[in-house]
């Protein structure tokens, strides 16, 4: 498995893993003057200020008169931070590669010999319906249950992780019905852009009176123009030339 998969495999999980950890150490978002005056050991206790910050993660809980009490420990905040800057640091160093991957030209080029296009371009568009409304309805899922439970970390890591994972599955639907002629690395980027925009299209979900059909229909719509606009250019384009300097052939290419 090449070096970005192993860094994108460990990193965006682990960096959820990080923020449902930072939130747990963090007062409930719920009732956090109840979380200080229980973690004083004085349930009395009420009408805390609570001061808190995600990022270096730390907490406390202000009773007045001078008594502050740190709800993290500043070891617990150390270790958190280092980590929290490891993580984002592979996260970073993976989402690099992975960009700089979708820009590499060249390849196996895959004919239309003996293809029906037009039946290619349906299975397409209606491959890019079903994508469509289910990855919005999971994106949209997983980022709100993220950021209840992780916070704006949270969320944040459930985005990259929708994003890539949708990028991913898009390209992988255009290599097998999508554009020809065409190359790995055409699909790999015609996905990622189908991707990128339908995380886009999410977050404009709460703009509807009505955010769960209607954003989901939305959602599938974008992504089946996108698909439709994709083949039209592709139509319009040459045939795709290599580079000068030859590439490994593409498993997932097909026969000529």
């Given at each position: 498995?090449?070096?970005?998969?192993?860094?994108?495999?460990?990193?965006?999980?682990?960096?959820?893993?990080?923020?449902?950890?930072?939130?747990?150490?963090?007062?409930?978002?719920?009732?956090?003057?109840?979380?200080?005056?229980?973690?004083?050991?004085?349930?009395?206790?009420?009408?805390?200020?609570?001061?808190?910050?995600?990022?270096?993660?730390?907490?406390?809980?202000?009773?007045?008169?001078?008594?502050?009490?740190?709800?993290?420990?500043?070891?617990?905040?150390?270790?958190?931070?280092?980590?929290?800057?490891l993580v984002a640091l592979v996260v970073a160093a993976g989402m690099a590669l992975w960009v700089k991957n979708l820009f590499r030209t060249g390849g196996v080029i895959r004919s239309a010999e003996a293809i029906n296009l037009r039946q290619r371009k349906f299975a397409h568009l209606t491959s890019a319906l079903v994508v469509g409304a289910l990855g919005a309805g999971t994106l949209t899922f997983l980022v709100l249950v993220s950021l209840l439970l992780g916070g704006p970390p949270g969320m944040i890591s459930a985005s990259l992780i929708g994003f890539v994972g949708l990028a991913a599955?898009?390209?992988?639907?255009?290599?097998?019905?999508?554009?020809?002629?065409s190359t790995a690395g055409q699909s790999r980027r015609r996905g990622a852009t189908a991707a990128l925009l339908l995380v886009l299209s999410a977050?404009?979900?709460?703009?509807?009176?009505?955010?769960?059909?209607?954003?989901?229909?939305?959602?599938?719509?974008?992504?089946v123009v996108t698909v439709f606009v994709q083949w039209s250019l592709?139509?319009?384009?040459?045939?795709?030339?290599?580079?000068?300097?030859?590439?490994?052939?593409?498993?997932?290419?097909?026969p000529h």
């Open positions: 498995m090449r070096t970005r998969n192993w860094l994108l495999i460990l990193g965006l999980p682990a960096s959820m893993a990080w923020s449902l950890l930072v939130s747990a150490s963090l007062p409930h978002w719920f009732d956090p003057s109840e979380d200080c005056a229980r973690a004083v050991g004085d349930a009395s206790e009420g009408g805390a200020r609570v001061h808190t910050s995600w990022f270096p993660p730390s907490a406390t809980c202000d009773f007045g008169d001078g008594q502050v009490y740190d709800f993290v420990s500043p070891t617990r905040t150390t270790v958190l931070t280092v980590t929290g800057v599955l898009a390209s992988a639907v255009d290599r097998s019905v999508g554009p020809l002629p977050a404009i979900a709460p703009k509807f009176p009505e955010p769960q059909l209607p954003f989901v229909a939305f959602s599938a719509g974008v992504l592709a139509g319009r384009s040459s045939t795709p030339q290599p580079d000068d300097t030859p590439a490994a052939a593409d498993p997932t290419a097909e």
